[in-house]
């Protein structure tokens, strides 16, 4: 991850965890989970668009469910805590926006991480499909040599198609036809006079 997509992702990280901390302040249990949720779909979406993906909502939200369940079943206690500490009037307009802020901080490093791990494993696949794609196509002298006298005997023949890429058989075949014609016209020039 370069400096400049690490700025960009503490803001989206930094700024969704705030926002997820407000919806968090209130105090109905339950409803900092769906907070949690429309934050990190939203900050998925956006670090995605970091490392240079589009990804559809659909697959945000799955993203952020795991990335939550995940971060929920890593520290249980902070995510009791959290949800009972809104049942206290005061104190859970404290204690659970800020523990969400560490959860969701925590929840968006890591989705930060793996979203770039995967857009590098496919930034590589995507360049040595292209060079075996280019070095598949390089042509050597000598084909191109081929192709060159085979488009020469068809424009001769008066074909007026393009000659796709041909095998060195084609080729051959393709450069013999117009010889022989030109010889057997010779051979009848020849026994006329």
Do not use: Y
């Not at 705030?18 to 209130?26: L, S």
């Not at 249990?29 to 589009?54: K, W």
């Not at 496919?122 to 040595?128: E, G």
């Not at 393709?174 to 010889?183: Q, R, Y």
């Amino acid at each position: 991850m370069n400096p400049s997509q690490k700025k960009q992702c503490h803001v989206i990280i930094h700024s969704h965890a705030v926002a997820a901390a407000a919806g968090n302040a209130v105090p109905v249990p339950g409803l900092g989970i769906a907070a949690d949720l429309v934050a990190m779909t939203s900050m998925a979406m956006s670090l995605c668009a970091v490392f240079g993906g589009n990804i559809k909502e659909e697959a945000a939200k799955t993203l952020a469910i795991a990335a939550i369940k995940n971060t929920m079943l890593k520290q249980p206690i902070r995510t009791l805590a959290k949800e009972l500490s809104k049942l206290v009037p005061g104190l859970g307009q404290i204690v659970a926006p800020s523990i969400t802020v560490v959860m969701l901080e925590a929840a968006g490093w890591v989705l930060a991480e793996e979203l770039e791990q995967t857009h590098s494993e496919r930034k590589a696949k995507r360049r040595t499909s292209d060079e075996s794609a280019s070095s598949s196509r390089k042509i050597t002298p000598t084909a191109a040599a081929k192709r060159v006298s085979a488009k020469k005997a068809v424009a001769r023949n008066g074909a007026a198609r393009k000659v796709p890429a041909l095998s060195s058989e084609t080729a051959k075949k393709a450069v013999k036809k117009p010889a022989k014609k030109a010889v057997k016209k010779a051979a009848k020039k020849s026994k006329a006079s």
